[in-house]
Structures are given as structure tokens and as C-alpha cells.
């Protein structure tokens, strides 16, 4: 008579003995947090995840009942350029986060009527203009525990660039609008940024201003001969897109700048570029200069953003 082979029935037996201890401690586990937490998401429930967090999905209003305000009213800083380049500073701000924290744009249509459960944050990049509708979806979006972030004079016009007021920032923020900041020579707003590429370092200033032109009325004029014509043109030609309309200037002796300026200076940071790869690279600090309060015959606040 033939003896069993023991070592392969006890090989087979650990095997399937071990298969089952695992599947009933994984449906243990999943009894016991279904229990303690209700509905979950077996992802979010792996061991593996304990002590991560999620970056919080990011809603970015791209906003054309503010582009055609801004077309409206004419003024000398907006333009869809301006509009863009507000939305890029968003953009890169949340890629370069490390991690970087998801997004997506939206439109005006989309804040009236979409589904906004999927995000946990609002951003609001200076939207000026704002539906009763909007205003509606934002406080809902808020009541529901949506975090908004909402930058200058946001929702002081209607879509129809009727003017609203305050009372958006007020009732929704409980901010105060106590009235214009003055416009003397030390009342300035200054802010920095980091932009990838070089552009010839010095003092920038807007075009008009640079030219000889009198963009504001009774303000002394730059002369046009205190332009190095040769850093101008360098200037024009750059691809560095904050300093579109301004031109380089070797000194700020001939007078005050009849409306706002830039000063760049080029260094070497950790950005990331087009590829998405975090490295040190050429790079401009600009620090921009700009007077804070109303333009005479504007009804808001006039800084750059």
C-alpha cells in the first residue's frame, strides 16, 4: 500500500488556509469601517492612504460677463490679455503647488447652473461681474461647506455691467467698503512674482508714459530721451508676457511715473516649466508698483492684480 504524499496535501492545505484568513480579514475590516463610517470608497479606505489627504479639487471662473465689462468700460488695463493673464497666475499657482492641486475653468453658465459638488474650493480671480444667479450658487456652494476665494472688487456689477455696489463682499465675506484710498505719492500697493525666462533687468514703465504720452491729466510727462532706445527694443520683443505694454527705462529721475511701474531683475529658481518638471532654471522676480484707489470717474478700485 501506497503511502499519501504528505508534504504536497500539507503545501495545498496552508495554501488555501492562508487564502481564506486573508478574505475574511479583509471582510472584516470592511464590515467594521462600513459600520463606523457608513458609505466609503474602498481607495480611500486602504491602510495604505492612512495619514494622506487629498488636495481639494479647485473650481477657476473664467469669467465673460467681466471680459465684457471690461470691453465696455475701455480702461487701460483691460483687454482679454489682461483677463488671461490674471487666469494664468491662477494656473501656474496651483500646478506649481507640490503636489500639484487639480483645477478646472469654468464658465459663467456653469457657476449659474452646474453641478458644483465635485469641488471644494471656488476661485473667483477679479470677477467684477457677477448674475443675482451666481451670487445665489456661491452662497449655496458655501453653505454646503465650498470654500470660495475671491480677489478685488468681485460682483460690484451685474452681468449687464449695471452697477451692484458692495453688497456682494459685504452680506458674503462681512467685509466693510469704507471708501477710495488716496492718490499721493506714498500711498503705493507692491507685490512680487516669479516668472520663467529672462528679460533685460531695470525699471519698466508703460508704454504711454515712456513715449512722452500724459495719461493722466495734470501729472508732469516722462521725457522720451530718458529711454535707452536699444534695451526698448529689447523690451518690445521680449516673450516675457507681464511687460507687455511697458517699456525699460535707466532711471525714474525725470519724474514720478504718471501711473504704475515694474522693476525686474532675473535669478535663477525652482519652477516648473512648460514640461511640468520642478527645476532650477532662468527666471525674472518682478516687483510691480501700482497706485492704489480709483481712476477719476471710475466707481471701483484700480490696482493691478
Do not use: C, H
Given at each position: 500500500?501506497?503511502?499519501?504524499?504528505?508534504?504536497?496535501?500539507?503545501?495545498?492545505?496552508?495554501?488555501?488556509?492562508?487564502?481564506?484568513?486573508?478574505?475574511?480579514?479583509?471582510?472584516?475590516?470592511i464590515l467594521l469601517l462600513e459600520s463606523a463610517l457608513g458609505t466609503?470608497?474602498?481607495?480611500?479606505?486602504?491602510?495604505?492612504?492612512?495619514?494622506?489627504?487629498?488636495?481639494?479639487?479647485?473650481?477657476?471662473?473664467?469669467?465673460?460677463?467681466?471680459?465684457?465689462?471690461?470691453?465696455?468700460?475701455?480702461?487701460?488695463?483691460?483687454?482679454?490679455?489682461?483677463?488671461?493673464?490674471?487666469?494664468?497666475?491662477?494656473?501656474?499657482?496651483?500646478?506649481?503647488?507640490?503636489?500639484?492641486?487639480?483645477?478646472?475653468?469654468?464658465?459663467?453658465?456653469?457657476?449659474?447652473?452646474?453641478?458644483?459638488?465635485?469641488?471644494?474650493?471656488?476661485?473667483?480671480?477679479?470677477?467684477?461681474?457677477?448674475?443675482?444667479?451666481?451670487?445665489?450658487?456661491?452662497?449655496?456652494?458655501?453653505?454646503?461647506?465650498?470654500?470660495?476665494?475671491?480677489?478685488?472688487?468681485?460682483?460690484?456689477?451685474?452681468?449687464?455691467?449695471?452697477?451692484?455696489?458692495?453688497?456682494?463682499?459685504?452680506?458674503?465675506?462681512?467685509?466693510?467698503?469704507?471708501?477710495?484710498?488716496?492718490?499721493?505719492?506714498?500711498?503705493?500697493?507692491?507685490?512680487?512674482?516669479?516668472?520663467?525666462?529672462?528679460?533685460?533687468?531695470?525699471?519698466?514703465?508703460?508704454?504711454?508714459?515712456?513715449?512722452?504720452?500724459?495719461?493722466?491729466a495734470g501729472r508732469p510727462r516722462l521725457a522720451s530721451d530718458s529711454?535707452?532706445?536699444?534695451?526698448?527694443?529689447?523690451?518690445?520683443?521680449?516673450?516675457?508676457?507681464?511687460?507687455?505694454?511697458?517699456?525699460?527705462?535707466?532711471?525714474?529721475?525725470?519724474?514720478?511715473?504718471?501711473?504704475?511701474?515694474?522693476?525686474?531683475?532675473?535669478?535663477?529658481?525652482?519652477?516648473?516649466?512648460?514640461?511640468?518638471?520642478?527645476?532650477?532654471?532662468?527666471?525674472?522676480?518682478?516687483?510691480?508698483?501700482?497706485?492704489?484707489?480709483?481712476?477719476?470717474?471710475?466707481?471701483?478700485?484700480?490696482?493691478?492684480?
Open positions: 500500500m501506497r503511502l499519501p504524499r504528505l508534504e504536497t496535501i500539507s503545501s495545498a492545505w496552508f495554501l488555501t488556509l492562508g487564502l481564506t484568513s486573508l478574505a475574511a480579514g479583509i471582510l472584516v475590516y466609503f470608497s474602498i481607495r480611500e479606505a486602504s491602510p495604505a492612504r492612512i495619514g494622506l489627504i487629498d488636495a481639494p479639487a479647485v473650481a477657476l471662473l473664467d469669467s465673460d460677463y467681466t471680459r465684457r465689462l471690461e470691453a465696455a468700460e475701455g480702461l487701460p488695463d483691460s483687454s482679454d490679455a489682461w483677463m488671461d493673464r490674471t487666469l494664468l497666475s491662477w494656473r501656474e499657482y496651483l500646478i506649481n503647488q507640490e503636489p500639484g492641486i487639480p483645477f478646472r475653468d469654468i464658465d459663467d453658465r456653469d457657476l449659474e447652473t452646474g453641478d458644483l459638488s465635485e469641488y471644494d474650493v471656488l476661485v473667483l480671480p477679479s470677477v467684477r461681474a457677477l448674475s443675482d444667479r451666481q451670487i445665489e450658487r456661491i452662497r449655496a456652494f458655501m453653505d454646503e461647506g465650498g470654500s470660495v476665494l475671491a480677489t478685488w472688487a468681485t460682483g460690484v456689477y451685474r452681468e449687464d455691467g449695471s452697477w451692484r455696489g458692495w453688497s456682494f463682499l459685504e452680506q458674503t465675506f462681512g467685509l466693510d467698503f469704507e471708501g477710495f484710498a488716496g492718490r499721493d505719492e506714498l500711498n503705493w500697493q507692491v507685490s512680487t512674482d516669479t516668472f520663467p525666462g529672462v528679460t533685460p533687468p531695470g525699471v519698466y514703465l508703460p508704454a504711454g508714459a515712456a513715449s512722452g504720452a500724459d495719461s493722466d529711454v535707452r532706445e536699444r534695451m526698448r527694443q529689447m523690451a518690445r520683443t521680449s516673450a516675457f508676457a507681464p511687460l507687455t505694454g511697458y517699456v525699460w527705462s535707466d532711471s525714474l529721475q525725470a519724474s514720478a511715473p504718471s501711473s504704475d511701474f515694474a522693476r525686474a531683475r532675473p535669478v535663477r529658481a525652482r519652477l516648473r516649466g512648460i514640461d511640468g518638471d520642478l527645476k532650477e532654471r532662468d527666471a525674472t522676480v518682478v516687483t510691480w508698483y501700482t497706485w492704489i484707489g480709483g481712476r477719476p470717474g471710475t466707481r471701483v478700485p484700480f490696482p493691478r492684480t
